[in-house]
């Protein structure tokens, strides 16, 4: 069993940054890959990115290439996702999620085990 807690969501303007980390419990979750997905109010959870088991590999939606970046620490057990030039419409609940496969999925029915969501809003 795979507990995710995310941290880091906040406020911003604009054109900010912000980084989200998510700190998985378990010792087997460095052979997990992990996403970010996100749900603005009203709207559908969608796929944000994406990163491997070894953090080799990443994938992201068209909506946030270039500007986030995903990145996971093995040997803390945690997920990164650095936000940079935020928009408003990037406001949301950022979601961490988690599979017991090494290879990714951007669809959120594969991923077993999911964190309780931090809220990020961009003001413009």
């Known amino acids: 069993q795979v507990q995710l807690v995310e941290s880091g969501g906040g406020l911003v303007q604009a054109g900010g940054s912000l980084r989200l980390s998510c700190a998985a419990s378990g010792r087997t979750f460095s052979t997990y890959a992990a996403a970010w997905f996100r749900q603005a109010p009203g709207k559908e959870r969608e796929f944000v990115g994406t990163i491997n088991w070894s953090g080799s590999s990443a994938s992201y939606a068209d909506s946030v290439r270039g500007r986030f970046t995903i990145s996971r620490d093995n040997a803390k057990n945690t997920v990164y996702l650095q936000m940079n030039s935020l928009k408003p419409e990037d406001t949301a609940v950022y979601y961490c999620?988690?599979?017991?496969?090494?290879?990714?999925?951007?669809?959120?029915?594969?991923?077993?085990?999911w964190g309780q969501g931090t809220q990020v809003t961009v003001s413009s």
């Open positions: 999620a988690a599979r017991p496969y090494r290879t990714v999925s951007v669809t959120a029915r594969f991923y077993d085990y």
